[in-house]
């Protein structure tokens, strides 16, 4: 016995003497890092809630206590050998040495390794650490040499005790476009073509990001474009020269005429205000008709129809009678054109009986104070904040904490009445009330991203502090968010997309354009319409649909705008589109004649045409229920629907009463082309329509074909 303990004493020794000579290793700001390095403590893998194969650690190391007691003191502490580092299970599982289902995570020689077996080797110490308070990445922004598309990056953390250190090796790197410019485990970006990426970079809960360009040479580039009509163009024609990118020409008069139509009221001009505008010689009759648009009542419902989709207001949440009221409060809101700032306000601090309060409406829709703080940062921010919820934010510096204190405003709102079978709630305060941050088990003060709500008394509403907060001039979010989206709705794509996920890795695609926008909109008191006219009357909204062909050393334009989005009509504005065209309206069960499917208060309407065209239900906060891209099921809709074939048949039609008022078919033609296209047919299109009508026989027989093939055509159902 006593031989065995002397030819193990050299062997403790030695470990010792190696342990002592080499750096100290500390848990909590190297072990914790060295697991997120390598990937182990993702969602994917050990750090979902179940973990994996009973080894579980807390989602990218937020909870180094628990992490620290799973490794060494689970399994009976087998999976740390602090005699013998190398045998580690967590190590030999890593570097695949025993069976691991997550395959070989690092070689022995990785800096992460090297960081577990050291902490294992000084006998698996935990002690507190200073807090890592900013990560910095360098160089910082950068434009990369036209020569040279790579560069490596170096990352600095500094601590809450003054000191910094190098923790590259332990920093983990995700790039915004990876096809673009990929970034190694080590930092080093590569861009292989002309463009913009921004590098994210996460170390234990700090978060950091940088923003990298690169153009190639090219001595031979020319810009090519229109004048800039305002600020707008300045920004876009300005970040489009220089990532060597060529806009389109400026649509022509009929194509703007219809998209103008489109976008800011919803709904097809007649023939009448089609030729008006098209015969028109008036330099100025394109930011003219942008006034005449703000001025009419269809803006407000389009506008509020787009705001009623997005704050959810449905008969499963706020019943029938509740959307009808929360409808006219929005269509009112829209038609005054109310600063989103006093909007804002009004639903995020409304109480009272909903159907005399209808901004109220918001709460029974958010009923529990999480749910009201994710729609509001949603709504009001842009930022998406849901998975804040269960651990700190994956790509944003948004934690737990964070969340919580913004749902904590949100806490004392009660209701009045059952949410079921009535037609109105009551929303009142509870000064009572209070919201458990599950983390510390106590209640959670109000706080509005790392601002605390200051000066507040037991009995004042915490929700107008909030408004406060999010309305003012200096609040980060608002007024970029508002103007993305606005922005969004105008030109198909947000300069953030999605419009509602702003963060460090999805950054606007031009900064200083969303700036100017924001800017111009809280200029102008935080009102829509003078932010809409800004953008129609633009070069940049006006650019046609057909995209140039650009040089091979430019960046992918399909960010940068240099050409119209093309994309589908809404349900309503289809539907809407198919009665202004045949001149017969659509009945709508329960509402007087002529009404618009863009009037209509609801969401999810029991209609086969807006189903199959995806009315959304309003079942969620987001953009994206709408779908853009035309399927099988509309197509097929649009040939053989009965309604639409009864319309374009009835005796009520255009056709019919211009052929009663003793027209001549090239006439109709003409105003059937501008009626559905809002455009005059070509000579080469009105030749074979009337050779067709001649052919036939059958005057009306033949100009309710030209009809039905007129609805029929890419150009009626997609906006260009």
């Not at 969340?403 to 949100?410: E, V």
Request: hydrophobic letters at 40%; proline letters at 7%; aromatic letters at 8%.
């Amino acid at each position: 016995m006593l031989r065995v303990i002397v030819s193990l004493l050299p062997v403790f020794i030695a470990g010792a003497a190696r342990a002592d000579d080499s750096p100290r290793i500390d848990f909590r700001t190297d072990v914790i890092a060295a697991l997120s390095r390598g990937g182990c403590n993702q969602g994917a893998c050990h750090g979902s809630p179940q973990g994996k194969n009973g080894f579980r650690l807390s989602l990218r190391g937020a909870d180094p206590d628990a992490d620290f007691a799973t490794l060494v003191r689970e399994q009976g502490g087998r999976r740390v050998n602090r005699q013998s580092p190398a045998q580690s299970l967590v190590l030999l599982k890593a570097t695949g040495g025993v069976p691991h289902q997550g395959g070989v995570i690092f070689s022995p020689h990785h800096p992460a390794y090297r960081a577990i077996a050291g902490w294992i080797g000084h006998g698996c110490e935990i002690k507190d650490a200073p807090a890592v308070t900013r990560l910095e990445v360098l160089p910082g922004d950068t434009r990369l040499p036209p020569n040279a598309p790579g560069l490596a990056l170096t990352v600095q953390a500094r601590f809450a005790d003054g000191s910094s250190r190098d923790v590259t090796e332990l920093a983990v790197f995700s790039s915004s476009h990876p096809d673009l410019a990929p970034v190694t485990p080590t930092g080093k970006v590569e861009f292989r073509r002309t463009g913009e990426a921004s590098i994210l970079v996460r170390y234990l809960q700090s978060i950091a990001s940088v923003r990298l360009s690169h153009v190639k040479s090219d001595a031979g580039f020319v810009f090519r474009g229109p004048g800039p009509a305002n600020f707008v163009d300045e920004f876009v024609f300005a970040k489009q020269r220089d990532l060597r990118l060529i806009p389109a020409a400026v649509a022509s008069d009929e194509v703007f005429l219809r998209r103008a139509y489109l976008d800011v009221i919803g709904v097809m001009p007649t023939p009448g205000e089609a030729a008006a505008f098209l015969d028109s010689k008036d330099p100025e009759k394109r930011a003219k008709l942008a006034d005449q648009l703000l001025a009419r009542d269809e803006y407000a419902y389009h506008w509020a129809l787009k705001w009623a989709d997005v704050l959810r207001g449905s008969p499963v949440t706020i019943s029938e009678r509740g959307v009808h009221s929360f409808h006219r409060y929005l269509v009112r809101a829209m038609a005054e054109d109310r600063p989103v700032t006093a909007l804002a306000r009004e639903l995020l601090t409304g109480l009272g009986n909903t159907l005399n309060k209808p901004a109220a409406n918001f709460f029974r829709i958010a009923r529990t104070p999480e749910d009201a703080a994710e729609s509001v940062a949603q709504l009001f921010m842009g930022v998406r904040v849901q998975c804040s919820r269960c651990h700190n934010h994956p790509f944003e510096n948004i934690t737990q904490a964070d969340y919580y204190g913004l749902a904590a405003f949100f806490a004392r709102v009660q209701f009045k009445g059952a949410q079921f079978g009535l037609d109105d709630e009551i929303v009142y305060l509870d000064a009572r009330r209070e919201l458990n941050n599950p983390l510390t088990k106590k209640p959670q003060p109000p706080v509005a991203f790392s601002t605390p709500a200051e000066g507040l008394g037991p009995d004042d509403d915490r929700r107008v502090k909030f408004a406060d907060w999010l309305t003012s001039p200096q609040n980060r979010f608002f007024a970029p968010a508002v103007a993305n989206r606005v922005w969004f709705h105008l030109l198909g794509k947000g300069i953030v997309d999605p419009v509602d996920d702003f963060r460090d890795t999805n950054p606007p695609s031009n900064p200083q354009l969303l700036k100017a926008l924001a800017d111009d909109f809280a200029r102008h008191g935080y009102r829509m319409k003078p932010l809409i006219r800004t953008i129609i009357t633009s070069r940049t909204y006006q650019l046609a649909a057909q995209a140039p062909r650009q040089d091979p050393n430019s960046a992918d334009p399909e960010a940068y705008f240099t050409h119209a989005a093309v994309r589908m009509l809404t349900a309503e504005q289809v539907l809407d589109a198919i009665s202004s065209a045949t001149g017969v309206h659509e009945r709508f069960k329960g509402y007087p004649a002529g009404t618009r499917a863009l009037e209509l208060p609801e969401g999810g309407v029991i209609h086969p045409f807006l189903q199959a065209f995806s009315k959304p239900v309003r079942d969620v906060t987001c953009e994206c229920a709408r779908e853009d891209d035309p399927g099988l099921p509309q197509v097929l809709h649009m040939l053989n629907n009965a309604q639409v074939v009864s319309r374009i048949r009835s005796p009520e039609s255009r056709v019919a009463r211009w052929l009663k008022s003793g027209r001549e078919p090239a006439w109709i033609v003409d105003q059937m082309y501008l009626a559905t296209l809002t455009r005059r047919p070509t000579a080469k299109e009105k030749t074979l329509v009337l050779e067709h009508i001649r052919a036939s026989g059958d005057a009306e027989g033949g100009l309710q074909d030209l009809q039905h093939a007129l609805l029929n055509l890419n150009e009626f159902l997609l906006r260009h």
